[in-house]
């Protein structure tokens, strides 16, 4: 059985809990009104996956994590989720920090 680095398997919750829900959302459960904004958050969220996906260091995915919990920037991609009714980051932030402590990923100094 092939063992998963710790990266993978930050990066396999962000994709179950956070991710796929949004890539996966059709645009047949909105109306059509809300059809760009669905896809700008699917856009945004395929460009975070894709940034962190790459070999990035387990520790990069929990700075990243952290750090869009509280900036301007993912703000109005946070609230466009919520108006969306589809997971966003703080949602899942308990259980993901906790998953980065059990795997012994640190925080960022």
């Given at each position: 059985m092939a063992t998963t680095t710790s990266h993978e398997?930050?990066?396999d919750f962000l994709e179950a809990r956070a991710w796929a829900p949004v890539l996966q959302a059709s645009p047949r459960r909105y109306p059509k009104e809300r059809h760009p904004a669905l896809r700008e958050v699917q856009r945004a969220v395929a460009r975070h996956k894709a940034r962190l996906e790459r070999d990035v260091a387990a520790a990069e995915v929990r700075a990243w994590f952290t750090r869009s919990l509280t900036?301007?920037?993912?703000?109005?991609?946070?609230?466009?989720?919520?108006a969306l009714?589809?997971?966003?980051?703080?949602?899942?932030?308990?259980?993901?920090l906790e998953l980065?402590?059990?795997l012994g990923v640190?925080?960022?100094a």
């Open positions: 398997q930050l990066v900036d301007r920037e993912s703000e109005r991609l946070r609230e466009q989720l919520v009714d589809l997971p966003a980051l703080p949602d899942v932030a308990d259980e993901f980065c402590d059990a640190p925080a960022e």
